[in-house]
Nanobody, 120 residues
């Protein structure tokens, strides 16, 4: 059974940084495309970054240049380094397995997510 556990969220001020972690079990991240998503109450969940098995990374325009996705295959963990955070980055962040194309749907059950709040 696939389990995805997100952690690392918190309350930060604008301009500060956070690093989120997604620990996966029951699946090898080295063989799958992994995505970081976020959701604000009342809005649809949106994909902000994904990483493919061969290392290619893509980002939503809203986070390009500020967020960096990476993975540690030995730890079976995916990370999201978030720099120069803005209030509009406030959301619950989730990870999931997805297809290789940017628009492909996530394929596993959602974890509990981790709350990121950016506020002065």
């Amino acid at each position: 059974q696939v389990q995805l556990v997100e952690s690392g969220g918190g309350l930060v001020q604008p301009g500060e940084s956070l690093r989120l972690s997604c620990a996966a079990s029951g699946i090898s991240i080295s063989r799958n495309a992994m995505g970081w998503y976020r959701q604000v109450p009342g809005k649809q969940r949106e994909l902000v970054a994904h990483i493919l098995p061969f290392g290619m990374k893509n980002y939503a325009d809203s986070v390009k240049g500020r967020f960096t996705i990476s993975s540690d295959n030995a730890k079976n963990t995916v990370y999201l380094q978030m720099d120069r955070l803005k209030p509009e980055d406030t959301a619950v962040y989730y990870c999931n397995v997805k297809g290789f194309s940017w628009g492909s749907e996530p394929s596993r059950s959602w974890g509990q997510g981790t709350q990121v709040t950016v506020s002065s």
